[in-house]
């Protein structure tokens, strides 16, 4: 058993405690942008400029639909405590990475900048993002699996811990599952990357990926059912790649051989009318 005896608060300013999960966010959110400014210093087609506002418009709208999925999971506690719904204490994956999309998307459409070469850019990063934040879910004592008796399982102590009823009691690691699982996706997308046509091609291996391990680990994963006896993170899943399937058959999605990585994709001829 690995004891984690951590203070959720890594520390105060004044009388505020800044928690360990607030602060693997910022850092998530930080690596991510990073990610794609750094990137974007090496591709002729995104101008940093464009990298930079993608990120402060997606940023925002991450937060958002982060938080609205959140809400709508805990409804039974935010329906009798309505004055807690604005609030940072609880955020989605689903939510952050869709809301995010979706505010580039939109902006990629206004500014008429390629949104499936954004997000090809971006899928590395975000994935890698995500390895970040987990380490302060694991900081934090959320995010746990269910009880376990395996040699490696963790055990929460601190009662400052969010782990509530489950402090002291065994459990499966799942942020570290999903550590581990995320960094190994980040260097199957960094081996992919270039080599999928047409764009957007990446972004979506990265999303089928993220649900696939979302409707398996969630088996193993504490939480409240949200529709079919599965929890809304496996739902979600289950959509998203259903759809990312149907994407990538439909679009043809294909590897590409070495030396044709960089060949930009002409757009489609309009049909005559």
């Not at 002291?168 to 799942?174: A, F, I, Q, S």
């Not at 995320?182 to 992919?192: D, E, H, K, P, T």
Request: glycine share 10%.
């Amino acid at each position: 058993m690995i004891d984690i005896n951590v203070d959720p608060v890594a520390f105060y300013i004044g009388s505020h405690g800044i928690r360990w999960y607030g602060v693997m966010v910022a850092l998530a959110v930080l690596t991510m942008v990073t990610w794609l400014v750094l990137w974007a210093r090496k591709d002729p087609r995104i101008k940093i400029d464009t990298a930079i506002n993608a990120a402060l418009v997606g940023i925002p709208s991450g937060i958002i639909l982060s938080r609205l999925l959140h809400v709508i999971d805990k409804w039974d506690y935010f329906m009798h405590n309505p004055g807690k719904i604005i609030g940072g204490d609880g955020l989605t994956i689903w939510g952050a990475v869709l809301g995010a999309s979706l505010g580039i998307w939109i902006y990629s459409k206004i500014s008429k900048h390629s949104f499936a070469h954004i997000a090809d850019v971006m899928a590395p990063g975000i994935i890698l993002s995500q390895a970040v934040g987990r380490i302060g879910c694991t900081l934090n004592g959320c995010c746990f699996g269910t009880q376990t008796d395996v040699p490696w399982a963790i055990v929460y102590t601190n009662p400052a811990s969010e782990a509530g009823s489950f402090l002291g009691v065994p459990v499966h690691p799942t942020q570290i599952y999903e550590i581990i699982y995320n960094l190994i996706v980040f260097g199957i997308l960094l081996a992919f990357r270039k080599r999928l046509k047409p764009d957007g091609s990446l972004f979506i291996v990265y999303l089928a990926f993220y649900a696939i391990w979302r409707l398996g680990v969630d088996f193993i994963r504490d939480g409240s059912p949200f529709l079919f006896g599965l929890h809304q993170a496996q739902v979600i899943g289950i959509i998203v790649l259903i759809i990312c399937i149907v994407i990538l058959i439909v679009r043809r999605t294909r590897w590409v051989k070495k030396g044709e990585e960089d060949k930009v994709e002409p757009a489609p001829k309009k049909a005559k009318a």
